[in-house]
Structure formats: C-alpha cells, structure tokens
C-alpha cells in the first residue's frame, strides 16, 4: 500500500531534477497544508506529513517555500496547525500567503514569522499594491464575477492611485 510519505518522493525527485536543472537559488514551491481546495482531500495528520515534507525539501538548500495559511483563495480559519513548527524546519526563505492586511504582513514579519508576505487577489484589483501598503492607503475591492473568465473588465481597468 503507497503511503503518503511514500508519495513525496515523486515531488522530492521533481523538486530535485529542477534544482539540478537551473539551480537551487532559481526554485521556489509553494505548500497549502490545510486547503481542502479542489477536492484534495485532507491527512488525517498534516502536522506530520507536512514536516516530513518540509524536512526532505530542506536538504535541497533551494530558494523558497510559500506556505498558503487556510484555504487556498478562501478562508483564514483552518483546522488546528502548527505553522512556526513547519517553518523552524526550514532553512530558506519563508514566505506566507493568504488574506493578508497591511497589518497582519507587519506584525508577521516583525515578529519573525515569515521573510516575506505574497498578496494574489489584492494584486488584481491594485496595480500599485506596493504603493499604497507602503502609503497605508485603502485597496481597491476585487470584482470577484470577473475572475477566471471574460475579457479585459476586472483584469486591465483598476485604475492606479494619482
């Protein structure tokens, strides 16, 4: 029986052809421990799979880990998981992903807790995002009907702060 350990070392073996092929410094892999997007199901112990997991990637030495916190394109709130343990397993960059504030990305850098913040959604709809977190001004809210789908409406049209 293929144990999900078992099944890692297909992304191991992936992850490490890619390192071999254009360099360690140029790969990066994004992680959604908790999500239950796309109907993938759910360990009965990510804390555990997800170490493993983080462990094998780290001996790699490549450029970065993004780790999405809850639902991918959903929720914060997640089942029960020790983040700052994954990430103490980690010797690379760390970056953090999903709905994020201004706020939130500063406290969590301040605190240690990641090297960087990604923003998806929030890039869309500001494309100046940098801009106005650095000026702490207000975000443009996301057209969500004009997600994957349609025409330049909701992709090419939010304007930029003056």
């Known amino acids: 029986m293929t144990t999900l350990f078992d099944s890692f070392k297909f992304g191991d073996i992936a ?4 390192c071999q092929e254009i360099g360690p410094g140029r790969v990066g892999l994004r992680l959604s421990p908790v999500t239950p997007a796309n109907d993938i199901g ?14 094998e990637l780290d001996k790699l030495k490549f450029a970065f880990i993004e780790v999405v916190e809850g639902s ?6 997640f089942a029960p998981f020790d983040f700052a343990a994954l990430r103490a397993l980690w010797s ?3 970056i953090v992903n999903n709905g994020y504030t201004r706020q939130m990305a500063i406290e969590t850098l301040a605190a240690g807790q990641a090297d ?6 929030a890039f869309i709809s ?3 995002l940098a801009r106005r977190l650095r000026e702490d001004r ?5 057209n969500q009907k004009t ?6 409406e909701g992709y090419t049209d939010y304007p930029p702060l003056p």
């Open 126 to 128: 500001n494309p100046d």
């Open 116 to 121: 960087a913040i990604s923003f998806g959604k």
């Open 147 to 152: 997600m994957y789908g349609g025409d330049a």
């Open 42 to 55: 759910q360990d009965s112990d990510p804390t555990a799979l997800f170490s493993h997991v983080v462990e």
């Open 138 to 142: 207000e975000l443009a809210p996301l």
């Open 72 to 77: 991918t394109g959903g929720p914060r709130d």
């Open 92 to 94: 690379g960059a760390w």
């Open 15 to 18: 992850v490490a052809n890619r």
